[in-house]
């Protein structure tokens, strides 16, 4: 059993940066498929961003080129690190993991079923 606690939430201003944390316990997450997750209010939740244990990153359109997922398996520690937020990237941020093959592993980032473990979020504000 993985427990997920994310970290660094907080408000901005648009175009300021935020790093989410995700601390993993209970497993050691190098085999892990991990990714990031947002849900804004009255919307559905969104997958931002997955990382294999390769890793391979893939983002989604709305925070490619802004967003980078990375892990530090020394730490037991997903990142996201959030550049020139805008007021849409607003929502709450969850971690997820899932002991998944590459090709699920991407799929996820549309299936966030597939993975099994999942943090409590943390909430993002962005302000014009």
């Known amino acids: 059993q993985v427990q997920l606690v994310e970290s660094g939430g907080g408000s901005v201003q648009a175009g300021e940066s935020l790093r989410l944390s995700c601390a993993a316990s209970?497993?050691?997450?190098?085999?892990?498929?991990m990714g990031w997750f947002r849900q804004a209010p009255g919307k559905e939740r969104e997958g931002i961003a997955i990382?294999?244990?390769?890793?391979?990153?893939s983002y989604a359109d709305s925070v490619k080129g802004r967003f980078t997922i990375s892990r530090d398996n020394a730490k037991n520690t997903l990142y996201l690190q959030m550049n020139s937020l805008k007021p849409e990237d607003a929502g709450e941020y969850y971690c997820?993991?899932?002991?998944?093959?590459?090709?699920?592993?991407?799929?996820?980032?549309?299936?966030?079923?597939?993975?099994?473990?999942w943090g409590q979020g943390t909430q993002v504000t962005v302000s014009s």
């Open positions: 209970g497993d050691t997450i190098s085999g892990y498929c």
């Open positions: 997820a993991a899932g002991l998944l093959t590459s090709r699920a592993c991407t799929l996820s980032m549309t299936f966030g079923g597939y993975l099994r473990f």
């Open positions: 990382i294999d244990s390769d890793p391979i990153t």
